[in-house]
């Protein structure tokens, strides 16, 4: 029986902190993820596509992929975009809200804890982070795109369903499809389970 | 015939809470693939490693940043201990021009010192990072004299800080990659 390797879990990773940056990188590929690292809230708008006046992907040409992302890790204490207000403009985002966030601090603040996991974080880690708290990443991963293979089942059962007649929770799903589909596009060849992917070290 | 192996690791001060077992000094080395030479220098860096966090000037963190030092990434800990100069000598300056240019200005002070502390608990520099907290306790106080011995302490921990990793660096460059490749894999 062939052996499936998928492609490892991308996590893009934002501390304006160089040596924390570093750090976290390490901790990250030791965990086996691919890891980006940014040094501001506004460069991992960027990256995932996105202006940080907008809440829908800079147009992209249609040459360009987008890379997956599947979770961020972020420092909550930053100049200029905080963690937190990285955290909201990324629930803001039809385009992004699903993908999982970690928010990262070296203060104990539990008001603070709270205000994150209120806004969506879907885990809080006190700095400085370690290598036993990578584990606790896989999990908000797999659940996001269990919800999101859920959600995508969802969308070709009602279009095959609506294929003979004009209905108007096709126009629903297929007008979600295509605000995630830009997401989607990498994710759909992870989810199979016969994909086979180089390993990226 | 030198005393070295664990007869040499119990001569060494050590506090109750240092972990046995992590951060681990001396792994069975086989002398006769190892210099008389490298052997010492090995031990010289284990016990520098350990004296300095005996003394409390790193702590715990430093061993974990140590763990993830690999075949992959061999120079991880002093790349990691550069940033860390790097990034805390400019927030150094940072904190000092502000002293000056903005007085009393405790929420921007302690901005920066909040910066700086975070650095060092990353790599574990626990002394200088007791020194960044009592600063930041004296702009909470409003205490510009405070601030001012604080911030002095919190220079002179840097710079034996900085001193006392350069030593162990250059004992661990001169006990060579056999050291590393016997280092205990925890």
């Known amino acids: 029986m062939a052996v499936a390797i998928e492609a490892p879990f991308h996590v893009l990773a934002v501390d304006d902190s160089l040596p924390d940056r570093k750090l976290i990188e390490r901790l990250l590929k030791t965990s086996s993820f691919q890891v980006t690292t940014v040094d501001s809230g506004s460069k991992a708008l960027e990256f995932l596509g996105l202006h940080d006046h907008e809440d829908s992907p800079i147009s992209t040409q249609s040459d360009q992929q987008e890379v997956a992302v599947n979770l961020i890790i972020t420092d909550y204490c930053m100049p200029g975009m905080t963690g937190y207000d990285l955290l909201k403009k990324i629930k803001e985002s039809s385009y992004l809200r699903d993908i999982p966030v970690v928010i990262m601090s070296s203060d104990n603040i539990p008001s603070r804890i709270n205000r994150c996991l209120e806004e969506g974080a879907d885990e809080f880690f006190l700095k400085p982070v370690r290598l036993s708290d990578m584990s606790k990443l896989k999990p908000h991963i797999l659940k996001s795109r269990c919800k999101e293979h859920y959600q995508q089942e969802q969308h070709l059962q009602s279009n095959s369903e609506s294929n003979n007649s004009s209905n108007p929770t096709s126009e629903n799903s297929s007008s979600s499809t295509s605000t995630n589909s830009h997401k989607r596009k990498a994710v759909d060849e992870e989810i199979l389970p016969h994909t086979i992917r180089p390993r990226h070290s | 015939m030198p005393t070295i192996g664990f007869a040499f690791e119990e001569s060494i001060v050590s506090t109750p809470r240092l972990p046995i077992g992590r951060c681990t000094l001396l792994p069975l080395l086989d002398p006769s693939r190892m210099s008389l030479e490298r052997i010492v220098s090995r031990v010289t860096s284990n016990q520098s490693r350990k004296l300095a966090v005996g003394k409390g000037y790193l702590d715990e963190q430093f061993c974990q940043v140590e763990d993830l030092q690999d075949e992959a990434s061999p120079n991880f800990v002093e790349e990691v201990v550069t940033l860390f100069f790097k990034d805390s000598g400019r927030l150094m300056s940072n904190i000092e021009q502000a002293l000056e240019k903005y007085p009393r200005d405790f929420n921007r002070w302690d901005t920066y010192m909040q910066q700086l502390k975070g650095s060092c608990s990353s790599i574990g520099a626990s002394r200088m990072k007791n020194e960044c907290m009592s600063f930041r306790d004296s702009c909470g106080q409003g205490n510009v004299e405070g601030c001012m011995r604080s911030f002095q302490k ?28 016997t280092r205990p894999v925890m």
């Open chain 2, 154 to 181: 919190v220079k002179r921990e840097h710079a034996v800080l900085r001193q006392k990793l350069e030593s162990y660096f250059q004992l661990l460059r001169q006990a060579g990659p056999a050291g590393a490749a």
